[in-house]
T-cell receptor, first 115, second 110 residues
Framework: DSGVTQTPKHLITATGQRVTLRCSPRSGDLSVYWYQQSLDQGLQFLIQYYNGEERAKGNILERFSAQQFPDLHSELNLSSLELGDSALYFC??????????????FGNGTRLTVT | ELKVEQNPLFLSMQEGKNYTIYCNYSTTSDRLYWYRQDPGKSLESLFVLLSNGAVKQEGRLMASLDTKARLSTLHITAAVHDLSATYFCAVTPVAEKLVFGKGTKLTVNP
């Protein structure tokens, strides 16, 4: 158990809808990362937060947004969903501001299916 | 744009055999990570390689890093079925994120 908690585990929704994925980092970790994993794109970095502030952005669509709250949990909001958004979404956390030298600890992921 | 290339992408091997997975990356990075993922599961950190020439071993897995060649290897010794999984390497082009390779799906057959 990595200590990173993601909810829900599975989510099935229709195109055009909006969903929110939630992540609680390991106790004491200030950085939260979101990744999308799909068969064709592999593991894609979406966005990172450190202690409530956005630190880095990756291949995150404008329809997606995220935030990190004062209690350090994070939410990833996906809107105007398309079939291609179906994927496994991982949250990871680390103690440091950046990833240097510190492995990321991944949650079990949220599997999103858009129908 | 940073590219992280793993090969092979698929590897089927017999128990007891040795094999090596390769990870090449296209830009400077002093740190490289190896992760394991079982089907439908999360990613588990295996190794963090922090400098040129670093070598780490855990059980039947050994990882090494050559930053000058921008190459890391994951060597499997006397494979067993429990090693069947997908293995990812990842590098840090900038401090804030890891960029992953596409993964090597390893199947160890009895």
């Amino acid at each position: 158990d990595s200590g990173v908690t993601q909810t829900p585990k599975h989510l099935i929704t229709a195109t055009g809808q909006r969903v929110t994925l939630r992540c609680s980092p390991r106790s004491g970790d200030l950085s939260v990362y979101w990744y999308q994993q799909s068969l064709d794109q592999g593991l894609q970095f979406l966005i990172q937060y450190y202690n409530g502030e956005e630190r880095a952005k990756g291949n995150i669509l404008e329809r997606f947004s995220a935030q990190q709250f004062p209690d350090l949990h994070s939410e990833l909001n996906l809107s105007s969903l398309e079939l291609g958004d179906s994927a496994l979404y991982f949250c990871a956390s680390s103690a440091r501001q950046g990833a240097l030298g510190s492995p990321l600890h991944f949650g079990n992921g949220t599997r999103l299916t858009v129908t | 744009e940073l590219k992280v290339e793993q090969n092979p992408l698929f590897l089927s091997m017999q128990e007891g055999k040795n094999y090596t997975i390769y990870c090449n990356y296209s830009t400077t990075s002093d740190r490289l990570y190896w992760y394991r993922q079982d089907p439908g599961k999360s990613l588990e950190s295996l190794f963090v390689l922090l400098s040129n020439g670093a070598v780490k071993q855990e059980g039947r897995l050994m990882a090494s890093l050559d930053t000058k060649a921008r190459l890391s290897t994951l060597h499997i010794t006397a494979a067993v079925h429990d090693l069947s999984a997908t293995y990812f390497c990842a590098v840090t082009p900038v401090a804030e994120k890891l960029v992953f390779g596409k993964g090597t799906k390893l199947t160890v057959n009895p």
